[in-house]
């Protein structure tokens, strides 16, 4: 909570800057409702998992290691179910896939929360740049793997970032994937934004035709540990800022919740949210064939990859 939502009024959806979690789901019941939630064990992840438990849905949800998505499932009580799910290791990813699918579930929303920002040096997994890989493609393979399992008016949920404009101005550098030429903390950040916006464009597009929708959001800057890879300085910065300019944690959770569950939200496809509300990503960020290109990519990266274990 900050000083700023005090500024900050309410938009079309009745939601605004400084509406909750909580808020966007009062006098909702989500009995009967299944959820997918991946990151759930801090953050924003942890929060959207607790209020959906609170409104009665069962929440699915997954963390690195099952030991973590136990304690966080325990944490938030109702009916949450733990499954391991290391984004940047696809056998992790896949045998979350075949988990979720041996449980019987039947999806009424996923929401790709969990991510990583700004790693200090460049990383890799599979020759792929770290952040594209785990927020993007790990992603790519989880969603693809339960697409038949998301309901009729299934939603899917990809959390992006205000911080996509960071992306290289060429968008997406499909000609150094692995950031072997250059790495840029926040650029390669930005560009992983930038492919969940993409994704979720180009999931809407092949949705066409059906009930289901895909949207991307933006949470909104939440000091959480998301955070944990900055030098000092900034952390100092930060938490200087919190009071001033920041939204909460259950403020940061409200626009993937309203955008995953609220009727208000269930016949838009194909946009990008901030504040509860739709909100205007840079410009190729809506470029279809942008989004085709990168989905077509990964699936040449994901084919590459090592065979399931
Ligand atoms: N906080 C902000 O200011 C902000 C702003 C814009 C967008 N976002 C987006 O909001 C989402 C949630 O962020 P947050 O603030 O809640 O951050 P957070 O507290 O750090 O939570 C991130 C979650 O992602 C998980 N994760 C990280 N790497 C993973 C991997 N390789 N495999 C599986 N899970 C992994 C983390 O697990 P561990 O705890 O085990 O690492 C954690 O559960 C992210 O996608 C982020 O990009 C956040």
Request: aromatic letters at 6%; a positive charge; charged letters at 15%.
């Amino acid at each position: 909570m900050s000083l700023y939502q005090h500024f900050k009024g309410t938009g079309p959806s009745g939601f605004g800057y400084g509406s909750t979690a909580e808020q966007v789901t009062e006098g909702l019941s989500l009995q009967g409702k299944t959820v997918l939630v991946t990151g759930c064990n801090s953050g924003l992840g942890l929060e959207a998992m607790r209020v959906l438990a609170l409104r009665g849905a069962r929440v699915l949800g997954t963390a690195r290691t099952l030991e973590k998505a136990k304690a966080a499932c325990v944490s938030v009580g109702g009916q949450a179910v733990p499954f391991a799910c290391e984004l940047s290791d696809p056998s992790s990813v896949r045998a979350c896939v075949e988990a979720v699918r041996r449980g019987g579930h039947r999806l009424d929303a996923l929401i790709c929360n969990a991510g990583v920002m700004a790693l200090a040096r460049r990383e890799q997994a599979f020759g792929v740049e770290l952040q594209l890989f785990t927020n993007h493609v790990g992603h790519f393979i989880l969603v693809n793997g339960l697409l038949d399992r998301l309901a009729e008016a299934g939603r899917v949920v990809v959390l992006s970032s205000h911080a996509h404009n960071m992306a290289p101005k060429a968008g997406i550098l499909f000609d150094d994937l692995g950031a072997e030429r250059s790495y840029t903390p926040w650029g390669h950040y930005g560009q992983s934004k930038l492919a969940n916006l993409l994704f979720a464009k180009e999931l809407s597009r092949r949705f066409s035709g059906t009930r289901k929708t895909a949207n991307a959001v933006h949470p909104g800057v939440i000091m959480s540990n998301l955070w944990r890879h900055m030098p000092g300085i900034a952390s100092f910065a930060m938490g200087l800022a919190g009071p001033l300019l920041l939204k909460s944690v259950a403020q940061g959770a409200a626009t993937g919740v309203y955008v995953a569950i609220h009727p208000g939200a269930a016949a838009t496809t194909g946009a990008y949210f901030a504040d509860c509300n739709l909100a205007r990503p840079r410009a190729d960020a809506d470029d279809p064939a942008l989004a085709r290109r990168l989905w077509e990519v990964t699936e040449e990266i994901v084919a590459g990859l090592p065979a399931a274990r």
